[in-house]
């Protein structure tokens, strides 16, 4: 069974840079695994970011940004806001199913 | 406004079953690849199944295989989740997605599975 491995937790100043990063058990990320980043927020459903390793939806604001990145999918956040703060998940597809990261914890102290 | 509203969960013992339902509005249901997942109480995001536009190609996460079955009604613009032989592990909160990509949540019904 595929794991997706993302770093448990980040810390990030207001105003600063911040780059999550996506991996697969089964080898490198590739455009081919359609990589896709979520936001969390406590007691709320998640919501979409990335599409397809760096398309943003049109809510999505433009300081997100989604690439690969060596072997892993990459979401990068620049000038982090206060309200950044959240649970991030990246989803990647192999073989006609799907397989959710475990989550980064992103704190902007 | 793209919705999606889910509906059915609740407590229920192990070994019972329970069926999901998710009623969406605001885009074209027969044209959308549908999804459920779940998360469990304090825990990640797992995806559970997902379902084509007509309802003739199903995937499922391996631990479900064989106990839960993914549907669909588009006359209806309605997705189905049946889980039969529910065991403790299925407690999690259901979410139905449109899109492989879920891009659009629903905000998801709390299943506990206990005795």
């Known amino acids: 069974q595929t794991v997706v491995t993302q770093e448990p937790s980040l810390t990030v100043s207001p105003g600063g840079t911040v780059t999550l990063t996506c991996a697969s058990s089964?080898?490198?990320?590739?455009?081919?695994?359609?990589p896709n980043w979520f936001q969390q927020k406590p007691g709320q459903a998640p919501r979409a970011l990335i599409y397809?390793?760096?398309n943003r939806h049109s809510w999505t604001p433009a300081r997100f940004s989604g690439s690969l990145l060596g072997d892993k999918a990459a979401l990068t956040l620049s000038g982090v806001q206060p309200d950044d703060e959240a649970d991030y998940y990246c989803l990647l597809y192999n073989r006609n199913t799907w397989v959710f990261g475990e989550g980064t914890k992103l704190t902007v102290l | 406004e793209v919705q999606l509203v889910e509906s059915g969960g609740g407590l229920v013992q192990p070994g019972g079953s329970l069926r999901l339902s998710c009623v969406s509005s605001?885009?074209?249901?027969?044209?959308?690849?549908m999804i459920w997942v779940r998360q469990a109480p304090g825990k990640g995001l797992e995806w559970v199944a997902n379902?084509?536009?007509?309802?003739?190609?199903?995937y499922y996460v391996d631990s479900v295989k064989g106990r839960f079955t993914i549907s669909r009604d588009n006359a209806e613009n309605s997705l189905f989740l049946q889980m039969n032989s529910l065991r403790a592990d299925d407690t999690a909160v259901y979410y139905c997605a449109k899109g492989r990509g879920a891009e659009i949540w629903g905000q998801g019904t709390m299943v506990t599975v206990s005795s």
């Open positions: 605001g885009f074209s249901f027969p044209n959308s690849w």
């Open positions: 379902i084509n536009k007509d309802g003739s190609e199903e």
């Open positions: 089964t080898g490198a990320v590739t455009s081919g695994y359609y």
């Open positions: 397809s390793t760096s």
